[in-house]
């Protein structure tokens, strides 16, 4: 059984830059795609980005393209995702997920394994 753990969330203000950090335990962190996603109050749970077992493939919502990089230190079982230029609507608790195929994918259905979320708020 895999744990995840996310770490790195704070109230920040916009144009403010974020790193999250997921820990995992549990499994073969190199076995398992990763990916981040976020839940703003009332709205669904969407993907941000995805990383493949060894970084070789990435993916990002349009909207974070170009201010968020996803990364993956598989020596320390840890996942990051570095947010720049923060807007308010980055607004959302994130989580971070692991599936055990090779590539991520955007469907939370798709994950396997979630951890507790981290609170990220930027105010304007």
């Known amino acids: 059984q895999v744990q995840l753990a996310e770490s790195g969330g704070g109230l920040v203000q916009a144009g403010d830059s974020l790193r999250l950090s997921c820990a995992a335990s549990?499994?073969?962190?190199?076995?398992?795609?990763m990916g981040w996603f976020r839940q703003a109050p009332g709205k669904e749970r969407e993907s941000v980005a995805t990383?493949?077992?060894?970084?070789?493939?990435?993916d990002y919502a349009d909207s974070v393209k170009g201010r968020f990089t996803i990364s993956r230190d598989n020596a320390k079982n840890t996942v990051y995702l570095q947010m720049s230029s923060l807007k308010p609507e980055d607004t959302a608790v994130y989580y971070c997920?692991?599936?055990?195929?090779?590539?991520?994918?955007?469907?939370?259905?798709?994950?396997?394994?979630w951890g507790q979320g981290t609170q990220v708020t930027v105010s304007s």
């Open positions: 997920a692991a599936r055990r195929l090779r590539i991520g994918a955007r469907q939370s259905t798709d994950y396997d394994y």
């Open positions: 549990g499994g073969t962190f190199s076995l398992l795609s």
């Open positions: 990383i493949s077992w060894r970084a070789e493939s990435t």
